[in-house]
């Protein structure tokens, strides 16, 4: 097993989970989001799935960016646990009224999506470097 790759991986994943949260807190705390079990409407879910794509591409790119070989790879197997791991938010939240069900399924559809953009702004800016 190839510790590097693990990191790579589980460094997004943590990087996701920790600003993510934060991301959340502050917005609670400053009022734009109802107090925590409370509904969220379109408007709020919107706002939430927009900073989760740019968190999300941020982590996919980090982890490209800690990967031994073939970023892409591991961006997109981070995209497949965030994919699992959406999914289940799915099925725990699905009948708790806790906002539009559009939003969980949304970051379902996205994981990928996201992560594959983070490896490929990576790429890019790997080649631009290699180039110059």
Known sequence: MNWRSVWAVVA???????VTTL???????AGVYPPLHQPIDDRLALLAT????LI????AWLTARLAPRDPMKHALI???LGTAAALVGV??????????????IALVILAIPQSWVGARLFQLASVRRTTA
């Open 78 to 80: 981070l995209g497949v």
């Open 56 to 59: 999300g591409i941020g982590c």
């Open 12 to 18: 997004g994943v943590l990087v996701g989970i920790v």
């Open 91 to 104: 099925v725990a939240t699905w009948n708790l009224g806790l906002g539009p069900r559009w939003y969980p």
């Open 50 to 53: 927009s900073y989760r794509i």
């Open 23 to 29: 991301v959340d807190v502050i917005l609670h705390v």
